[in-house]
């Protein structure tokens, strides 16, 4: 699933696709909608989580629906070289009090996903997506 946009030629029309995620897991009977961010700094802001924040569809639509699906925010946070799984729920929880989701939330609530190769961004997610469930 890509992201796409294009301008009608002499015209101001703006066509773009809206991804529901970046990419989607099948694991042991279940879906991951997992939307993948890279970030510097200690939070990320409301503005860089459009897929569940966005009015219309968005991965929150998921959440607690189907018991088989679960989406989740996968984070890079290049500042400390670490990646992080969260369930969107409690990213969706902290904005409602936050303008951010902290790395403290993604520490206490989330997953650490190791990398196979240290410094490269190869990640072993298979363990992390069961611990996740």
């Given at each position: 699933?890509?992201?796409?946009?294009g301008?009608?030629k002499?015209?101001?029309?703006?066509?773009?696709i809206?991804n529901?995620?970046?990419?989607?897991i099948?694991?042991?009977?279940?879906?991951?909608l997992?939307?993948?961010?890279?970030?510097?700094g200690?939070?990320?802001?409301r503005?860089d989580?459009k897929?569940i924040t966005?009015?219309g569809k968005?991965?929150n639509d998921?959440v607690?629906?189907?018991d088989?699906?679960t989406?989740?925010?996968?984070?890079?946070f290049?500042d400390?070289?670490k990646?992080?799984l969260l369930?969107?729920?409690?990213?969706?929880?902290?904005?409602?009090t936050?303008?951010?989701?902290?790395?403290?939330?993604f520490?206490?609530y989330?997953?650490e996903?190791?990398?196979?190769?240290?410094?490269y961004?190869?990640l072993?997610?298979?363990?992390s997506?069961?611990?996740l469930?």
């Amino acid at each position: 699933m890509q992201d796409a946009g294009g301008w009608r030629k002499g015209g101001n029309t703006r066509f773009t696709i809206h991804n529901l995620c970046d990419f989607v897991i099948f694991s042991d009977s279940r879906l991951f909608l997992v939307e993948a961010k890279s970030h510097k700094g200690k939070s990320i802001p409301r503005s860089d989580l459009k897929q569940i924040t966005r009015e219309g569809k968005n991965m929150n639509d998921f959440v607690n629906v189907y018991d088989a699906v679960t989406p989740a925010l996968l984070v890079e946070f290049s500042d400390i070289n670490k990646v992080y799984l969260l369930r969107v729920d409690y990213a969706t929880a902290c904005l409602k009090t936050r303008a951010s989701v902290p790395l403290r939330t993604f520490q206490e609530y989330g997953v650490e996903v190791e990398r196979i190769i240290p410094r490269y961004k190869t990640l072993d997610i298979k363990k992390s997506l069961n611990i996740l469930k």
